[in-house]
Structure formats: C-alpha cells, structure tokens
C-alpha cells in the first residue's frame, strides 16, 4: 500500500577502522522510516555521514550497528560523479545493467529507447561519456538507474557537479519522472532549497558522528514555487537548524 514503509533505518551507528587510531565514528544511532512513493532528502553539515548513510542502504557497505529493513529488493543508485563507463556508448551504459539480469534484447531494447526519451537523451545513443557535458553524462546515469524499474532509488548529490542552469534543467526533468512514475527516493544534497524543492520529507543531520535532528514535512504542490513566502519559512528553518 501507498502508505506502507518501504525502508526502515533500525539505529543504525557505522565506525571506519583508521590504521594507529581510535575508530572515527560516523553515524550514531540513526533511525527513520520512508513510506512507498516518498520522496525524502537527507541533509546536514559536510562530512556528516549522510553518503555512507546512503552507500549502507545501497549494500555497499554494512553498519558497525543496527539494521536496515527494505520491502524491496529493487534498488537503482545514482552517483555524484556520474559512474558510468567510459568504453560504452551512451545505449550501451543504459543497457549494462539489464544485459546483467538477463533481460532479453528485445525488451532491452524498449526500455532503454523509453529511458533515452524521458531523459532527454535522443540523438546521443551512439556517443561515448567523453564526447558529453557533465549533464548529459549525468542523464546517462539517471536513465541506467530509471531502466531497472527501480521502486526505490537513491541519489548521492546528483547535481553537485552540474554548473546551476544544467542542475536546474535536469532537477525539473527528474521530477517530471518520479511524478510520472512515484517510485520512492532517497536523496543526499546539501543545498537545501533543493531538498525543498524536491521532496516530501527533509531529515537534518547533525555534525559527525551524525544523529538525525529533526524531520520537516515539505505539504507544497508540485511545480513548487521557490519565491513563495511558504518555501522561504520552511528553508529558512532548515538552515538555522543545520548551523546550530
């Protein structure tokens, strides 16, 4: 059901072993729920945690404490640095990891046409990373990540790299998708205008080892307007509650 939790972060703390030093404790005893078809953003000072918070969630690395618990074994990740491979083609990459699940070609084929149409990516399927901007490289990782049907999907500052008009662009694109498709997202950013812009829920973290501070409610409609005196109050909130 729509409501239902599909991701349970049950006090979950993570240490990384330093060789000759105490273990630098990263996250301390964090634990929130994300219901089916949210869409929540995690922010908090740099170097908070929040990343490896999410590279946990991913599988990518397993807690020093606690658990997660996910109705879902599909997940979709989208990475800052884009993270795709450098000797495939922009139809290929998207493609990469269907071919790995054993999809077959025919199929293949149409879910990677739909994914290069949703994401603006139409006359670039035979061109290579290196012949991309930052944005289209990133396109290139949103429809990979899109093409697994993903109902949950995670995205580790997406746009960080991406100068601010691209970012922009690519962040209405992104939300036409999610409305269209209303799998649920899990976003770390540190700008906040963008979680607000963004999702349904913002969770502020504190400085390392990071402990989840407080949870903001985003009630606004979808195109969301950022001049409104209702986006200025809950971002100006968040802000103050991040430098405290």
Known sequence: MQNDPILKILHVSHFFDEEHKKPLEVLNNVSFEVTSGEFVSLVGPSGSGKSTLLRIIAGFLKPSDGRIEMAT????????????FPWLNVRENIEFGLKMRGVAEKERRHIVNEKIEEVGLVGCEGKYPKELSGGMRQRVGIARALAMSPELLLMDEPFSNLDAL???????????????????VVMVTHLIEEAVEMSDRVLVFSTRPAKLKTSHAVDLPYPRNKRSDEFYKIADKISSEIKL
Do not use: C, G, H
């Open 166 to 184: 691209t970012a922009e662009k690519l962040r209405q694109d992104l939300m036409e998708i999610w409305l269209k498709y209303k799998m649920t």
């Open 73 to 84: 074994e599909k997940i979709s990740m989208v990475f800052q640095n884009f993270a795709i």
